[in-house]
């Protein structure tokens, strides 16, 4: 009876051994990032029949589980990466929002100065004074110009090295995580019942977070322990013990619009969350078409006020010049984005246009045939089609279509049916508008209408007209009204991503909190069972106490 009663009494000190054990392991990892918190799973040893009938045989521990809930977790990372994504995308936002508003960085107040100079000289024609003064503010405008161009550049620089970092800690976890399948998967192996190497899952479980929060990502659980990891629309990222790498390539035409690429395959249209797609959207929804937008005013501020110069006389005479543009716009590089994997060997060019009317930031150029070879040309500013249009209709020597719309193209490579390309001939306008270098003194601006004039002031009333004159987006709208949308649309933009941020962050933190009311430690909870594993311990330990002394006393009656 006294061995009966050891037995036992040995389990439950083993089984409570543990139990102390993992509550300290729960203790010491409170603040660990990522820990669940473990408890021991006790069952009844097996009854042994005596004769009398069945008498319990004692504890054991039947296994040590995490508290875990797979679809808690599920919306953690959901929420982190809708979260991630919002904020990437508005920190972004507002740079570019705090750049084009700003009285002091914005376009807005250097175009009312530049205008206000040329008013001053359509009032004075003579006065060398107000000519000084409007070359003065020509040149701060262009600069102005020059300096936000550079700005945006400098975003579209950090957006990259955003993209670059991410990828880098992406495929850090991704190979992570194939190291630790390896692991669960020799672990549960060697397990007699398949318990669970809970750190390990643990572990594993934070790196898909982690991944979360750069990119969307889901996984599936295989029967070996082992997860295979998808991001976006099923990219397959990790494969058992198989790590796949994400990279950055510069788009084909474009060296500085990095895309993603995994396993030989753009990607960038596939993922929908975290960080990395922010990113992307950031540059593909604000940065691109402000900075498209910049482009096309400049060149509508270089073309309207060049057609009006040129036809004007100065004061150099006699004889008066005439025949001078008073901006340089010089060769800016045209963006063009192909379909994925197939740029059919684009080339473009800028063509300063003929005017600024019918100019658009963007036009979608489509083939619509291939024998011969014809397209269709929509300007995106105002959905006016130009169809069919031929390859000679595209390409240098510039025709009427393409003077018009500022830019000519012709292909290399092979087409097909269906391909699109979206074209932006400003788009880097601003980079390069500058005061012509042919005009060195301030007589040379031609205010005159006809020669020999010096006090007609009707070419620069023109001048001055084009202020407020809508000359732009189909004649409906002036300058200042195409840089007001630019303004508000990344206004806008900013706003609504500010409103989703708060949002999303209050959902993950609810999120985070209902996992941690799951997961997490509770030290008052831990401290309550190290008191009760401890009794429980002492307990048993007594009913060892007891069994020894019955069994001193079996032997003692013998002596």
């Known amino acids: 009876m006294s061995m009966g009663i050891l037995g036992t009494a040995l389990s439950g000190l083993t089984a409570f051994q543990r139990s102390l054990e993992t509550t300290s392991n729960n203790i010491a990892n409170a603040n660990t990032d990522g820990y669940s918190r473990q408890r021991v799973e006790l069952a009844t040893r097996p009854e042994q029949f005596n004769g009398a009938g069945y008498m319990g045989n004692g504890v054991e521990v039947a296994n040590i589980t995490r508290s875990y809930d797979q679809f808690i977790t599920n919306q953690v990372r959901t929420s982190a990466a809708t979260f991630n994504d919002v904020n990437s995308f ?4 507002a740079q570019i929002d705090n750049i084009t508003a ?9 175009l009312k100065s530049f205008f206000n100079a040329v008013d001053d000289v359509s009032n004075d024609p003579t006065s060398i004074a107000a000519r000084q003064v409007m070359l003065t503010q020509a040149e701060s405008l262009t600069q102005q110009f020059n300096t936000m161009n550079e700005r945006f550049g400098n975003l579209r620089s950090q957006v990259n090295t955003n993209l670059a970092s991410a990828v880098d800690e992406v495929n850090g976890y991704a190979k992570a995580i194939a190291e630790l399948n390896v692991k669960i998967v020799a672990d549960i192996g060697r397990s007699t019942g398949k318990q669970l190497p809970n750190e390990l899952l643990d572990q594993r479980d934070q790196l898909l977070t982690k991944i979360a929060e750069k990119v969307d990502v889901s996984y599936v659980a295989q029967s070996d322990g082992s997860i295979n990891v998808f991001i976006g629309k099923g990219q397959s990222l990790v494969l058992g013990n198989y790590a796949a790498e994400l990279s950055l390539q510069g788009d084909a035409l474009n060296a500085d619009q990095k895309q993603l690429v995994l396993n030989g395959q753009d990607i960038s249209n596939q993922i929908s969350g975290g960080s990395i797609y922010g990113n992307l ?10 900075q498209q937008q910049l482009g096309l005013l400049a060149t509508g501020i270089a073309t309207e006020f060049n057609n009006i110069h040129r036809n004007g ?13 008073f901006f340089e716009l010089g060769a800016p590089s045209v963006q063009v984005k192909g379909p994925p994997g197939n740029n059919a060997g684009a080339v473009a060019s800028f063509v300063a246009p003929t005017s600024a009317a019918n100019l658009g930031a963007s036009y979608k150029l489509e083939v619509i045939s291939t024998a011969p070879d014809l397209f269709t040309l929509t300007n995106l500013s105002d959905n006016t089609a130009y169809t069919p249009l031929s390859a000679a209709d595209l390409s240098d020597p510039a025709p009427a279509v393409a003077a018009a719309n500022g830019f000519n193209i012709s292909f290399s490579g092979t087409l097909a049916i269906g391909n699109s390309f979206t074209i932006s001939p400003s788009f880097n306008a601003a980079a390069n508008i500058k005061l012509n270098s042919a005009i060195t003194n301030p007589k040379q601006i031609a205010a005159a209408s006809a020669a020999d004039l010096p006090g007609d002031n009707s070419n620069a ?15 409906k709208a002036s300058f200042t009204q195409v840089y007001g949308q630019l303004v508000a649309d990344v206004g806008s933009q900013t706003h609504a991503a500010s409103v989703s941020r708060d949002a ?28 009760k594993f401890q009794n429980s311990y002492q307990a048993a330990a007594k009913a060892v106490s007891v069994a020894n002394a019955m069994f001193d006393t079996l032997i003692g009656a013998f002596r």
């Open 461 to 475: 009333l023109k001048l001055a007209e084009l202020e407020t004159k809508t000359s732009m987006l189909g004649s």
């Open 504 to 531: 999303q962050d209050t959902l993950l933190k609810q999120a985070t909190s209902a996992k941690e009311n799951i997961s997490g430690v509770n030290l008052d909870e831990e401290a309550a069972n190290l008191i």
């Open 281 to 290: 959207r950031f540059r593909d929804q604000v940065l691109d078409p402000a």
């Open 90 to 93: 508005y920190k972004l936002s």
């Open 313 to 325: 006389y100065d004061l150099s005479g006699p004889p008066a010049a005439t025949g001078v543009d």
């Open 102 to 110: 700003d009285n002091a960085t914005g376009l807005a107040p250097a």
